[in-house]
């Protein structure tokens, strides 16, 4: 049986291996998603093939799977600028979230402190919200002021199962205080 991955040379008549076929690498990297030089996984939700400078171009190239999926990180960023303070926040991609910050920031000295996984991040950072509050000395939106290690704790301690839609909705969105915010 004749390996697949393997082709003959049209010119030397000998086996030539898939990494030496020029077109074969490319048809195989026109499959794959590339974003800052980097390959994302076929089970990332925001996965479709094309090369992109950060996951802001790839989520208005594929908003449908940004809009219906769930999975995603909360994270936790500091800036010296503003002692004490730390914004609790949700991306599909805390890392590519940090870089967005970056770019508002002259001395590029955002520093993301924390970063977890959730299979529903929306939930995941309604809940760092609302535990944030109870230990923040003030909040701001997002930002609280409140210890590194506590944000770190707060965030490791949320519960990452699945919940029913209706149980969901029951526990989040109903905590939203006047303004929007999680209480």
Do not use: C
């Amino acid at each position: 049986m004749i390996d697949k991955r393997k082709e003959l040379n049209p010119i030397t008549g000998k086996r030539m291996y898939y990494k030496d076929n020029p077109d074969a690498v490319k048809k195989r990297d026109a499959l794959r998603m590339y974003v800052n030089g980097k390959e994302v996984s076929k089970k990332h939700p925001l996965y479709k093939a094309g090369k992109y400078k950060s996951f802001d171009d790839a989520a208005f190239s594929s908003l449908s799977n940004y809009t219906t999926s769930k999975e995603g990180e909360v994270y936790a960023i500091t800036n010296p600028a503003w002692k004490g303070w730390i914004k609790i926040g949700m991306a599909v991609d805390a890392e590519d979230r940090l870089k967005s910050y970056q770019t508002s920031s002259p001395l590029r000295d955002f520093v993301l402190l924390h970063q977890k996984f959730f299979n529903n991040r929306r939930r995941a950072e309604a809940q760092a919200h609302i535990n944030a509050d109870k230990i923040a000395k003030e909040r701001r939106g997002e930002w609280f002021k409140i210890d590194t290690s506590d944000a770190i704790n707060l965030i490791n301690s949320i519960d990452n199962t699945d919940k029913d839609g209706l149980q969901e909705l029951k526990e989040v969105f109903n905590k939203k205080d006047k303004y929007g915010y999680y209480k």
